[in-house]
T-cell receptor, first 115, second 115 residues
Framework: AQKVTQAQTEISVVEKEDVTLDCVYETRDTTYYLFWYKQPPSGELVFLIRRNSFDEQNEISGRYSWNFQKSTSSFNFTITASQVVDSAVYFCALSEANSGYALNFGKGTSLLVTP | EAGVVQSPRYKIIEKKQPVAFWCNPISGHNTLYWYLQNLGQGPELLIRYENEEAVDDSQLPKDRFSAERLKGVDSTLKIQPAELGDSAVYLC?????????????FGPGTRLTVL
């Protein structure tokens, strides 16, 4: 069963628009970690953020922000004032103690930002 | 500091041929992962090593796939014989063991095409 669901397969926005990428996860562990990775066309996975299950504070880093809500098992990612360089595939991932903290990825959301 | 190194970056072979991928993790990282990424999908764990021990190989198709991590540093993933469905990107990642936060660093991947 898919533990991480990224319902949006593809999103297309015009530059400077805000965009939110959704992520819903499923776990029975009380201790777990959530991640977002960016995969540009070059193919390399770039780490963006890690959140542990005990820290529900939202986080902002420049144009990026993340909204973690345990009540809805969601960890959404918002890009403010999107830029063409933000075009990539974005993966949400879950890491649980009972799997040795290996990453369980969603299927990814392909974001295209056009000028 | 050097990142995770993988070679080759690209490999094209005919079906039924053997193929091997090599990974050199970040220095000092005890945990090494091999992931498989099919087109349009998120990476999926194949095997996880703690030092030289394979602690999770439940997702590795053992009839044709094998892996080793002699001396607990470099690792090799082998497919013999390759099938058309094995065409994918094979990603290697490493992390510091004993850290729950488990920030994994990914290599650039090996893109395999089986003809």
């Amino acid at each position: 069963a898919q533990k991480v669901t990224q319902a949006q397969t593809e999103i297309s926005v015009v530059e400077k628009e805000d965009v939110t990428l959704d992520c819903v996860y499923e776990t029975r562990d009380t201790t777990y970690y959530l991640f977002w990775y960016k995969q540009p066309p070059s193919g390399e996975l770039v780490f963006l953020i890690r959140r542990n299950s005990f820290d529900e504070q939202n986080e902002i880093s420049g144009r990026y922000s993340w909204n973690f809500q345990k009540s809805t098992s969601s960890f959404n990612f918002t890009i403010t004032a999107s830029q063409v360089v933000d075009s990539a595939v974005y993966f949400c991932a879950l890491s649980e103690a009972n799997s040795g903290y290996a990453l369980n990825f969603g299927k990814g959301t392909s974001l295209l930002v056009t000028p | 500091e050097a990142g995770v190194v993988q070679s080759p970056r690209y490999k094209i072979i005919e079906k039924k041929q053997p193929v091997a991928f090599w990974c050199n993790p970040i220095s000092g990282h005890n945990t090494l992962y091999w992931y498989l990424q099919n087109l349009g999908q998120g990476p999926e764990l194949l095997i996880r090593y703690e030092n030289e021990e394979a602690v999770d190989d439940s997702q590795l198709p053992k009839d044709r796939f094998s892996a080793e991590r002699l001396k607990g540093v470099d690792s090799t993933l082998k497919i013999q014989p390759a099938e058309l469905g094995d065409s994918a990107v094979y990603l290697c990642a490493s992390s510091l063991s004993g850290t729950e936060s488990n920030e994994q660093f990914f290599g650039p991947g090996t893109r395999l095409t089986v003809l």
